[in-house]
Every structure is written in C-alpha cells, then in structure tokens.
C-alpha cells in the first residue's frame, strides 16, 4: 500500500490510488469528481443514489456500490483510502471496518487543503461555533470583496471546498465554514493538518451530542479550528468556553488573540462603544485609540443589529481587518448586506403583529439570540431536540414569552419546561403528524394570542426533520401560512382545531 504523506498537491501522483467515497451528498459528489479528475480509481459507496448523480457519475465512469450499513462492501475492504461524507458518525459500520484495517480515512476538508494548489492556492480563514456561522462566514467574505479581493465562502455553507480550489480563476482568500463533523475528521497534526491565516470560534453549546458522543468530544473538535492558525485566533469574550479554547490552541507564534464582545474592547478586540462597533485591534496605537467601523444604525436594514448579529458582525469584521480589510470596506459591506432567508427573517405584519421566521434556530444557543431580540414573542417552539434542554431557555425568556405553540415530536420536553418555570405562560400544542397542516395550525393558534406590539417568532430551538424535508421547508411553510392568513385579511378556519392541545 504506497504512503499518502506525498499526496499534498494537486501535482502529487494520484494516479490509481484506490479510494472509496463514503455517501453521495454534496461533499461526497464533489469529492468523487476531484478525484476522477486526479485520475485515482474512485468508488462511490452509498446506501442510496438519485438518478441524477448516478448519471452524471456514469458519464465520469465511476462505479458505484449500493450497500446497507451492516454490509461491507469489498471497495471499502480493498480501499487504500476512505473520503467519509461528513454525515457518517465516527461508530458507522463501514468507518470502523475501515480503521480496523489500517484504512486512512479522510474528510472533504483535508482532501481539498492537500490539492488547494491546482491554480494558486488561495488563504484559508475558518468559521466554526454553535451558532452564526454561516451568517459570519457570508459577513466576512462580502467584506473582503469590498476590500477588492477575489473571495469565496464555502464549505458547510453549501458550496464544497473541492469545488472552489478546482476554479480556473483562483480566488486570494476561501472563508470556509467549518461543521464539527467536518471538524472531527480533521487530523491536528502531519501532512493533512490544515494552516489556515485565521480562525473564529463564534460560541459554544451543546448541540450535536448524539453524533459525538459527548459534550466534551463535540467542544474538541469545535476546538481543532485554532490549530496551526498563524494570524488571527478570533474568540467570543462574552463565552468562556471559546476563551478557553483559544489560551490552549497551538497556534504558530506571533499568531494574536482577538477577542469581540458587546461591551468595550479592550487592546486586541472588538466591541461597542455605545451605538458605534469599534476595533482596537488592528491599528498601531490601539492602548488609547479605537477605529470606528460601524453604527448600530447600519445594521439596522440588514436584520443585524440584535444582539446575535451583531457579535456575527463583529466577528466577521476581525477576520476581514486581520486581512487588511480597511473600516470603510467594512462599514460599506454591512450597509449592502443582505441575509439568507429563515434567519430572523419578517415575513409580514398583520394589524399590528410581526411574524419572522428564524426556522434556522435550530437549537437552545440559536433561539436564545432570536428570543433576545424582541420584547414580547408568541412563541413557535418544537421539532428534534436531539438530547438538548429547552428549560433553561424557558426560564430565562418567561417574561418576554406572552404564549408558546409547541410543534413536532418532541413536545414532552416543551410541557415540562413551561410547568416548571413558566405555569402561567397558555401553551398550544399542535399534536398532528400532517406536516401539510401543523403550520397553518401553528400559526392559527398564535395568532389567537398575539395582540398588536407582539411577535409571532417562529424560533423551534429543535432540528426539522421530524416533520420537514429541513429548517428551510418548515421557514417555508410557516410563511405561506402567514401569507395565506394575510390574504384572508385575519381570517382563519378551524376545521382542524381539534388537533390543538390547549394546556
């Protein structure tokens, strides 16, 4: 079996080097098609392929191997290297047949940091954290263009790595927003270790533990992002666990510790000095002086001023001046800022009434910003918990929380929480396995409650996948419930009102 230490450029020989790709989603596509391109024998091993793919991958003439997960198929036994979706949790049958037999087992991630040279190889700056990150990696890419740079964010933000080092065109910087899962797969060390100019850990809270295993082991690989960063080391100062992480990354020396927070920065980081994000990091007198970079009222249009987007802000805004962006670029990038859809997002106002979806909440952390942003919320609350506690945010919101409308499968936990600290709070639940209907219904009984000032905040703080295709689908359809609602100017049916659970 030849030694994959040599394979760190796209010129390395790659040439019938067998490798099995694990999964078909996004990442797995893009790696099988690097790696055709590199001329290795590549085997695509998927439980299942759409007809799509497998066209496309039989025009490329890469075989494919259709397998349950209790199988072992011989393309994974005869491997000399794996590529695992990052999908696939470490205790996957097939992973572990392969590490049993001494299999090299890559991510997407380091396939793409060892063939980053086909045309220039651009600077890598990495975002990872709980919550926020695709919203940062978005906010620090658009600064970097405003600065004049040829700039791509990639990675779990939808567009692979692999593709973007495959463009003729090149790019100088690739902000990559980094999953823990892409994060796990990651080695800290030798010829696959990733050195990237900077990184940011935006916070951290449990999320993904039946995937890792453990709080711990999901902290550690959040953690890998710092190693062998040889600029900027971006951390949350308002969250100790990013702070802990930065004092023991092994990062090159001379690499800086910077810090953002909503209160005012001290010497290396970035902050409020009341309405006004300042950096006093990035300029030679920075013991007394500050650089002004933005008003709280320039976020304003953009959706980005609650508290949650704003840190967003100002970590993207560390990445972009460690970079050399200037304050300009940065105060002209959030002024024509725009965010993706389901984050905090208002679909309309009905006779005083606001409904945003902020469908993206896809946990506590995330719906503990969104909760934060408003004063008086009906609550659309539910969906896959995934072993994450809601009480804690029940507790802390219970004053802002005028009614709750629980929804999906995981409802128990939502009871439990508003008995426990917030009695007095009416609670709706919507008990319907109709994922066509629980929406309108949902949206029906906030309705009921929400009077002029209030709103209707659909934050579920749960994974979708109970009752949607994804957070987008279910963002989705609770705007076209709104909408249906404004279209008959209040009006509802209550046909189905006998699914409503009234506590």
């Given at each position: 079996m030849r030694s994959l230490d040599e394979l760190v450029s796209w010129h390395a020989d790659w040439s019938g080097l067998r490798v099995a790709v694990l999964g078909l989603g996004v990442t797995g596509f893009a790696a099988t098609d690097t790696l055709a391109e590199l001329g290795a024998s590549v085997t695509v091993v998927a439980e299942r392929v759409d007809d799509e793919r497998r066209t496309i991958l039989g025009v490329?003439?890469?075989?494919?191997?259709?397998?349950?997960?209790?199988?072992?198929?011989?393309?994974?036994?005869?491997?000399?290297?794996?590529?695992?979706?990052?999908?696939?949790?470490?205790?996957?049958?097939?992973?572990?047949?392969?590490?049993?037999?001494?299999?090299?087992?890559?991510?997407?991630?380091?396939?793409?940091?060892?063939?980053?040279?086909?045309?220039?190889?651009?600077?890598?700056?990495?975002?990872?954290?709980?919550?926020?990150?695709?919203?940062?990696?978005?906010?620090?890419?658009?600064?970097?263009?405003?600065?004049?740079?040829?700039?791509?964010?990639?990675?779990?933000?939808?567009?692979?790595?692999?593709?973007?080092?495959?463009?003729?065109?090149?790019?100088?910087?690739?902000?990559?927003?980094?999953?823990?899962?892409?994060?796990?797969?990651?080695?800290?060390?030798?010829?696959?270790?990733?050195?990237?100019?900077?990184?940011?850990?935006?916070?951290?809270?449990?999320?993904?533990?039946?995937?890792?295993?453990?709080?711990?082991?999901?902290?550690?690989?959040?953690?890998?992002?710092?190693?062998?960063?040889?600029?900027?080391?971006?951390?949350?100062?308002?969250?100790?666990?990013?702070?802990?992480?930065?004092?023991?990354?092994?990062?090159?020396?001379?690499?800086?510790?910077?810090?953002?927070?909503?209160?005012?920065?001290?010497?290396?980081?970035?902050?409020?000095?009341?309405?006004?994000?300042?950096?006093?990091?990035?300029?030679?007198?920075?013991?007394?002086?500050?650089?002004?970079?933005?008003?709280?009222?320039?976020?304003?249009p953009a959706g980005l001023r609650s508290p949650h987007m704003t840190r967003n802000v100002l970590a993207a805004a560390a990445l972009a001046r460690g970079f050399g962006a200037e304050p300009a670029h940065v105060r002209d990038a959030i002024r024509s800022f725009r965010l993706d859809r389901h984050r905090t997002e208002l679909v309309a106002e009905l006779g005083g009434v606001r409904f945003v979806d902020d469908s993206k909440a896809t946990n506590p952390h995330a719906a503990e910003g969104s909760l934060s942003a408003f004063d008086r919320v009906v609550w659309i609350v539910g969906g896959l918990f995934k072993g994450a506690d809601v009480a804690p945010l029940v507790e802390r919101h219970a004053k802002r929380i005028v009614a709750a409308v629980a929804i999906g499968v995981d409802r128990a936990p939502v009871r439990e929480a508003f008995a426990r600290h917030a009695p007095g709070i009416p609670l709706v639940e919507v008990d319907t396995a109709d994922t066509v209907s629980v929406m309108r219904l949902a949206v029906e009984a906030a309705a009921e409650h929400a009077a002029p000032g209030v709103t209707v905040l659909l934050a579920p703080a749960a994974a979708s996948m109970d009752q949607f295709e994804d957070y987008a689908e279910r963002g989705d359809r609770f705007a076209e419930a709104v909408r249906a609602r404004q279209s008959q100017e209040g009006g509802a049916d209550g046909d189905d009102s006998s699914s409503l659970r009234r506590d």
């Open positions: 490329l003439g890469v075989p494919i191997v259709e397998a349950g997960r209790d199988e072992l198929p011989e393309a994974v036994a005869d491997a000399e290297l794996v590529i695992a979706s990052p999908g696939l949790r470490p205790d996957h049958p097939w992973l572990l047949a392969a590490s049993e037999r001494g299999i090299a087992i890559w991510g997407d991630i380091e396939l793409a940091w060892r063939v980053r040279d086909k045309v220039e190889a651009a600077e890598w700056m990495l975002v990872t954290g709980t919550n926020g990150k695709t919203t940062t990696t978005q906010l620090a890419a658009h600064m970097l263009r405003e600065a004049g740079l040829r700039v791509a964010p990639v990675g779990n933000i939808g567009t692979p790595v692999l593709d973007a080092v495959r463009d003729p065109a090149g790019f100088d910087v690739l902000v990559v927003e980094l999953s823990s899962f892409q994060l796990h797969a990651l080695p800290v060390d030798g010829p696959g270790a990733l050195w990237p100019h900077s990184a940011a850990v935006l916070n951290i809270d449990d999320d993904h533990i039946d995937w890792h295993g453990s709080a711990d082991a999901y902290r550690a690989a959040k953690a890998k992002a710092y190693g062998n960063a040889r600029v900027a080391a971006v951390y949350n100062v308002d969250d100790p666990v990013t702070m802990r992480m930065v004092e023991e990354a092994e990062v090159v020396e001379g690499c800086r510790a910077i810090g953002f927070s909503l209160g005012i920065p001290g010497p290396s980081d970035l902050g409020l000095v009341e309405d006004v994000l300042v950096d006093r990091a990035f300029l030679e007198a920075r013991q007394a002086q500050a650089l002004e970079l933005a008003s709280l009222a320039d976020l304003e």
